[in-house]
C-alpha cells in the first residue's frame, strides 16, 4: 500500500524558509516522477514543483522559481522542499503527490497519482 507522509510544515515569518519532506513506501519510489501540490482555502490545488523518477527533469510554478527547490533522495524513499523567502501568498496545505507526470513547463498528476495527508504551511506578514 502506497503510504506518503509530509513532514516540516509550520509557521514562519515573511522572508523565512521551511524545509518540507515526503516519506514515502509501498511503491518502488525510483520508478516515479514525484512532486509537492498546494491547496489555499478557496482556491484550487495547484501544482508547485515536480521532480522526475531520474532526477533530471524539474518543474517549478512560476510563483516559486528562484524561491523553492525540489530534490529527492532515492536511497532514502524521500522527496524534500526547500522553502525560502517565503511569502503570504505561499500559505496552503502542502501535499506530495507520487506517480505524477513531470516536465519542464507542466506537472500534473496521472491517474494512479497517490497523495499523502498534508503538512499546514502559514506565513505570516
Known amino acids: 500500500q502506497v503510504q506518503l507522509v509530509e513532514s516540516g510544515g509550520g509557521l514562519v515569518q515573511a522572508g523565512g524558509s521551511l524545509r518540507l519532506s515526503c516519506a514515502a513506501s509501498g511503491f518502488t519510489f525510483t520508478s516515479y516522477g514525484i512532486g509537492w501540490f498546494r491547496q489555499a482555502p478557496g482556491k484550487e490545488r495547484e501544482g508547485v514543483s515536480c521532480?522526475?523518477?531520474?532526477?533530471?527533469?524539474?518543474y517549478y510554478a512560476d510563483s516559486v522559481k528562484g524561491r523553492f527547490t525540489i530534490s529527492r533522495d532515492n536511497a532514502r524513499n524521500t522527496l524534500y522542499l526547500q522553502m525560502n523567502s517565503l511569502k503570504p501568498d505561499d500559505t496552503a496545505n502542502y501535499y506530495c503527490a507520487a506517480k505524477v507526470a513531470v516536465a519542464a513547463r507542466s506537472c500534473g498528476p496521472t491517474g494512479v497519482a497517490s497523495w499523502g495527508q498534508g503538512t499546514q504551511v502559514t506565513v505570516s506578514s
Open positions: 521532480i522526475s523518477a531520474s532526477g533530471a527533469v524539474t
